[in-house]
Nanobody, 125 residues
Framework: QVQLVESGGGLVQAGGSLQLSCAASGRTFSARGMGWFRQAPGKEREFVAAISGSGTSTWYVDFVKGRFTISRDNAKSTVYLQMRSLKPEDTAVYYC??????????????????WGQGTQVTVSS
């Protein structure tokens, strides 16, 4: 069984920065892609960023490109999301997720097998 535990959320002013972390248990972490999603009140969960198992490939949704950076440390079984130039519309619960072995889409929730409990990010204007 895999467990994902997010941390690093909080309240920040617009223009500020936060770094989210997601620590994973389980022996297959380095072989599997990881993703970050977010869900604002009344909205569907949406893709934010993803990274391949090796860390050599990354994907971002357009509205975070240039502001967010996903990275991973396989030795620590941890994935990070560095968020800069935060905007009020970035306010949401952020979830990390562990991708399954066979899906090729990194953008869809159905490609992910395990999810963390979420961490709240609130950006004030």
């Amino acid at each position: 069984q895999v467990q994902l535990v997010e941390s690093g959320g909080g309240l920040v002013q617009a223009g500020g920065s936060l770094q989210l972390s997601c620590a994973a248990s389980g022996r297959t972490f380095s072989a599997r892609g990881m993703g970050w999603f977010r869900q604002a009140p009344g909205k569907e969960r949406e893709f934010v960023a993803a990274i391949s198992g090796s860390g050599t490939s990354t994907w971002y949704v357009d509205f975070v490109k240039g502001r967010f950076t996903i990275s991973r440390d396989n030795a620590k079984s941890t994935v990070y999301l560095q968020m800069r130039s935060l905007k009020p519309e970035d306010t949401a619960v952020y979830y990390c997720a562990l991708k399954d072995f066979y899906s090729t889409e990194y953008y869809h929730t159905r490609s992910y097998e395990y999810w963390g409990q979420g961490t709240q990010v609130t950006v004030s204007s």
